[in-house]
């Protein structure tokens, strides 16, 4: 199939895996920051190809995974007010917050829907005129171009009763708090493909300089991978980290001017708390005060019971790369994409969760 | 006429669903069994009996390549045809949301009446009961089926053995695709038609090729993966599988791409998977491929004794990894 299978030629695949072989003379340890990037490492099962020398960590890249209880608590809170139609990307459905989910909110009768996207949960405000339609607005720079066009087309559509309870992460801040907690000493960072369409390469610069640590932004095919990984390699053999761009049919330095607008009207910088890393200073996006009557936070006053976490759930450890899944005595035992304890295990990128679909023969 | 709607008095039991009947279903359906109108249908059958249902409630009830009659047919036809049995006689049981056209009905009898008569079944007795506005989605059909299984055949998910070939009778996550692609809110135009089709005439061809055919399943919901998952456990056996030898549409491919899913759990309604005797293989599928719907037949891995009640998949670029169960839904009612 044209623009997948050349992605995936076998042959070129085992070229650049020769090449890194050839190349990787010292243990190197790369992080792959996105679950998009790992589940595609594990379900091609790419770690097993890769000469011993190189090690890849799973990042906190998964927008699902990084979403504190304390904000899915909110989510829930939320659904549980009269007259209330939650929208959601269907993976936020099963995460557990701290005493319920999504999912059980809706059998319990709170009125919750799976959207694929802003626009559906739009159309679904303009069919329930009566009701207040909120999307639950996960995700990093990727989809936080697509909320900010929701709010705008609202305000000039006149939508009144949409609502978005803005989650939006941001991903060199947290690569940033990674680098500055010291637990990894990494040496080069797979960076996100589809955030870096929207941001450009520039805001990494910082990494290389003042980090020296090599940064490759990469597409998420086997063989976009193998690319990002070998050039990662061949930066620091020769000891000069750099930002390149791997998925440059994607990705130009300055980003998309048009996203980036967007985005710069409707939102500005703010805190986000992190599973994981707690709460971040300027790692998240808030809704501008020019907008915040669409702010759900703002718009409805909701409680919420003191935030727990679950207990022996280790998804913040797995999402710094600390830890990985078969280190949890949950891992497939009381931890299952059936009954997840952790996030990692319900989200279709998270790490648990491509562990355990994909695992390795071992 | 068949704009005229089904009415909660059509299932009345009254005139209207004697008119119903009459008029609309027995035509279609003609059979002696059924004509009689009697409270059940009496047949004989002699031999070893084989016996399934299912209740079908795809929605939406029309989509590319089938439709909710040709799926209730098919459906319980290969359910039979799974466990070896030739299919006979079917019941056909529906329960229609006030509301439904006529035309619409009378479209999914015409795809019962040319699913039968493919297959080569009867429909011997039915039901038909009318609910409320939104008590129902349209239109939920719910089939029976007997069957009988010639001599010498043992087939069970529990027979496979140490060394044995896996067969796929064709490209796998048709019949998913096509479904979803008619999905409200989500309509996408793939070149994929639902792969739904009797399977009893490549079943029965496959026993006259050899005997020794150990496992047949439908992947159906849950896909491939899930069907080798329960091989796997059923029999106590491994199980290895090459993803280059498993046929995938690029329609196919292309949407799962899009949609994050793996076509290995896209469900099919049209593909068969036999676990054979290793020796068999070639003429099992040699008799496969001259049937259309067997035509892209392959053997796409082997029953292995190593890590018991697990499926490894080994991918094109030459790692292996696990394949395991499907977990959660996939799509909601694709069947």
Same mark, same amino acid.
């Given at each position: 199939?044209?623009?997948?299978?050349?992605?995936?030629?076998?042959?070129?695949?085992?070229?650049?895996?020769?090449?890194?072989?050839?190349? %990787?003379?010292?243990?190197?340890?790369?992080?792959?920051?996105?679950?998009?990037?790992?589940?595609?490492?594990?379900?091609?099962?790419?770690?097993?190809?890769?000469?011993?020398?190189?090690?890849?960590?799973?990042?906190?890249?998964?927008?699902?995974?990084?979403?504190?209880?304390?904000?899915?608590?909110?989510?829930?809170?939320?659904?549980?007010?009269?007259?209330?139609?939650?929208?959601?990307?269907?993976?936020?459905?099963?995460?557990?917050?701290?005493?319920?989910?999504?999912?059980?909110?809706?059998?319990?009768?709170?009125?919750?829907?799976?959207?694929?996207?802003?626009? #559906?949960?739009?159309?679904?405000?303009?069919?329930?005129?009566?009701?207040?339609?909120?999307?639950?607005?996960?995700?990093?720079?990727?989809?936080?171009?697509?909320?900010?066009?929701?709010?705008?087309?609202?305000?000039?559509?006149?939508?009144?009763?949409?609502?978005?309870?803005?989650? %939006?992460?941001?991903?060199?801040?947290?690569?940033?708090?990674?680098?500055?907690?010291?637990?990894?000493?990494? #040496?080069?960072?797979?960076?996100?493909?589809?955030?870096?369409?929207?941001?450009?390469?520039?805001?990494?610069?910082?990494?290389?300089?003042?980090?020296?640590?090599?940064?490759?932004?990469?597409?998420?095919?086997?063989?976009?991978?193998?690319?990002?990984?070998?050039?990662?390699?061949?930066?620091?053999?020769?000891?000069?980290?750099?930002?390149?761009?791997?998925?440059?049919?994607?990705?130009?330095?300055?980003?998309?001017?048009?996203?980036?607008?967007?985005?710069?009207?409707?939102?500005?910088?703010?805190?986000?708390?992190?599973?994981?890393?707690?709460?971040?200073?300027?790692?998240?996006?808030?809704?501008?005060?020019?907008?915040?009557?669409?702010?759900?936070?703002?718009?409805?006053?909701?409680?919420?019971?003191?935030?727990?976490?679950?207990?022996?759930?280790?998804?913040?450890?797995?999402?710094?790369?600390?830890?990985?899944?078969?280190?949890?005595?949950?891992?497939?035992?009381?931890?299952?994409?059936?009954?997840?304890?952790?996030?990692?295990?319900?989200?279709?990128?998270?790490?648990?969760?491509?562990?355990?679909?994909?695992?390795?023969?071992? | 006429?068949?704009?005229?709607?089904?009415?909660?008095?059509?299932?009345?039991?009254?005139?209207?669903?004697?008119?119903?009947?009459?008029?609309?279903?027995?035509?279609?359906?003609?059979?002696?069994?059924?004509?009689?109108?009697?409270?059940?249908?009496?047949?004989?059958?002699?031999?070893?009996?084989?016996?399934?249902?299912?209740?079908?409630?795809?929605?939406?009830?029309?989509?590319?390549?089938?439709?909710?009659?040709?799926?209730?047919?098919?459906?319980?036809? *290969?359910?039979?045809?799974?466990?070896?049995?030739?299919?006979?006689?079917?019941?056909?049981?529906?329960?229609?949301?006030?509301?439904?056209?006529?035309?619409?009905?009378?479209?999914?009898?015409?795809?019962?009446?040319?699913?039968?008569?493919?297959?080569?079944?009867? /429909?011997?007795?039915?039901?038909?009961?009318?609910?409320?506005?939104?008590?129902?989605?349209?239109?939920?059909?719910?089939?029976?089926?007997?069957?009988?299984?010639?001599?010498?055949?043992?087939?069970?998910?529990?027979?496979?053995?140490?060394?044995?070939?896996?067969?796929?009778?064709?490209?796998?996550?048709?019949?998913?695709?096509?479904?979803?692609?008619?999905?409200?809110?989500?309509?996408?135009?793939?070149?994929?038609?639902?792969?739904?089709?009797?399977?009893?005439?490549?079943?029965?061809?496959?026993?006259?090729?050899?005997?020794?055919?150990?496992?047949?399943?439908?992947?159906?919901?849950?896909?491939?993966?899930?069907?080798?998952?329960?091989?796997?456990?059923?029999?106590?056996?491994?199980?290895?599988?090459?993803?280059?030898?498993?046929?995938?549409?690029?329609?196919?491919?292309?949407?799962?791409?899009?949609?994050?899913?793996?076509?290995?759990?896209?469900?099919?309604?049209?593909?068969?998977?036999?676990?054979?005797?290793?020796?068999?293989?070639?003429?099992?599928?040699?008799?496969?491929?001259?049937?259309?719907?067997?035509?892209?037949?392959?053997? /796409?891995?082997?029953?292995?004794?190593?890590?018991?009640?697990?499926?490894?998949?080994?991918? *094109?670029?030459?790692?292996?990894?696990?394949?395991?169960?499907?977990?959660?839904?996939?799509?909601?009612?694709?069947?």
């Amino acid at each position: 199939m044209k623009f997948i299978d050349e992605f995936r030629d076998v042959e070129l695949a085992k070229n650049v895996i020769g090449r890194i072989k050839q190349i %990787s003379t010292r243990p190197t340890r790369l992080m792959e920051f996105c679950g998009g990037h790992t589940v595609s490492i594990m379900r091609s099962g790419l770690r097993q190809l890769l000469p011993p020398t190189v090690e890849m960590l799973s990042g906190p890249g998964c927008p699902v995974c990084v979403t504190a209880n304390a904000d899915i608590d909110k989510a829930i809170a939320l659904a549980g007010l009269p007259d209330v139609i939650i929208t959601t990307f269907g993976d936020m459905m099963k995460v557990p917050g701290s005493y319920s989910s999504l999912q059980r909110a809706r059998a319990e009768e709170a009125d919750v829907r799976i959207v694929y996207s802003t626009q #559906d949960a739009l159309q679904i405000a303009r069919d329930n005129p009566t009701k207040s339609v909120i999307f639950i607005g996960i995700g990093f720079e990727t989809t936080a171009p697509t909320i900010a066009a929701s709010i705008l087309e609202a305000e000039s559509k006149g939508i009144k009763n949409y609502y978005v309870l803005c989650l %939006s992460k941001l991903c060199p801040p947290i690569m940033k708090a990674l680098l500055d907690l010291g637990e990894l000493k990494l #040496d080069g960072i797979v960076c996100p493909g589809h955030v870096s369409v929207i941001i450009g390469s520039r805001p990494y610069q910082f990494i290389p300089r003042d980090y020296g640590v090599a940064c490759v932004i990469s597409g998420f095919e086997p063989l976009d991978i193998l690319l990002s990984v070998e050039m990662l390699v061949a930066q620091i053999e020769t000891g000069k980290p750099k930002v390149e761009i791997a998925y440059r049919r994607g990705v130009n330095p300055q980003g998309n001017k048009t996203a980036l607008v967007l985005m710069d009207t409707i939102f500005e910088i703010g805190s986000a708390d992190w599973r994981g890393m707690g709460v971040v200073p300027a790692s998240g996006l808030k809704i501008r005060k020019k907008f915040e009557r669409f702010d759900a936070e703002k718009a409805f006053s909701i409680t919420t019971e003191p935030v727990r976490e679950a207990k022996g759930c280790i998804c913040g450890d797995i999402l710094r790369g600390v830890k990985i899944p078969l280190d949890c005595k949950l891992f497939r035992k009381a931890c299952t994409p059936e009954h997840p304890v952790g996030p990692c295990m319900v989200s279709s990128e998270g790490s648990c969760a491509a562990y355990y679909q994909y695992g390795s023969e071992e | 006429m068949n704009d005229e709607t089904i009415l909660l008095a059509h299932g009345s039991g009254g005139r209207l669903s004697h008119d119903l009947i009459e008029k609309n279903f027995l035509p279609p359906l003609d059979n002696p069994f059924l004509a009689r109108l009697d409270d059940s249908a009496v047949f004989d059958v002699s031999g070893r009996i084989a016996f399934t249902t299912d209740s079908y409630v795809v929605s939406p009830i029309f989509f590319p390549g089938g439709d909710i009659g040709k799926l209730a047919v098919c459906g319980t036809v *290969n359910d039979l045809s799974m466990s070896g049995a030739a299919p006979l006689y079917l019941s056909l049981s529906f329960i229609v949301e006030e509301g439904l056209t006529l035309g619409e009905l009378k479209k999914v009898l015409s795809s019962i009446k040319a699913a039968a008569e493919e297959a080569g079944v009867k /429909i011997v007795t039915g039901d038909t009961k009318v609910v409320n506005r939104s008590s129902a989605d349209k239109l939920f059909i719910n089939t029976s089926g007997i069957g009988v299984i010639p001599e010498g055949v043992d087939i069970s998910g529990a027979n496979a053995r140490v060394g044995d070939k896996i067969i796929l009778s064709g490209t796998i996550g048709d019949h998913g695709i096509a479904v979803m692609s008619q999905r409200e809110g989500l309509k996408f135009s793939v070149p994929v038609k639902s792969d739904c089709a009797p399977l009893n005439k490549l079943v029965s061809q496959m026993l006259e090729a050899s005997r020794r055919i150990h496992c047949l399943r439908d992947p159906t919901r849950g896909g491939l993966a899930t069907t080798l998952n329960e091989f796997a456990r059923q029999s106590k056996v491994g199980i290895r599988i090459e993803e280059e030898k498993i046929p995938v549409r690029d329609g196919v491919r292309a949407a799962c791409e899009l949609l994050g899913f793996d076509p290995l759990y896209v469900a099919n309604e049209g593909k068969l998977v036999a676990i054979v005797a290793p020796g068999d293989a070639p003429k099992i599928l040699a008799k496969m491929k001259r049937n259309k719907y067997g035509a892209e037949a392959a053997v /796409i891995g082997e029953v292995t004794s190593e890590h018991k009640g697990r499926v490894i998949l080994k991918t *094109n670029l030459g790692a292996s990894r696990i394949v395991d169960m499907l977990s959660g839904e996939l799509l909601p009612r694709i069947c």
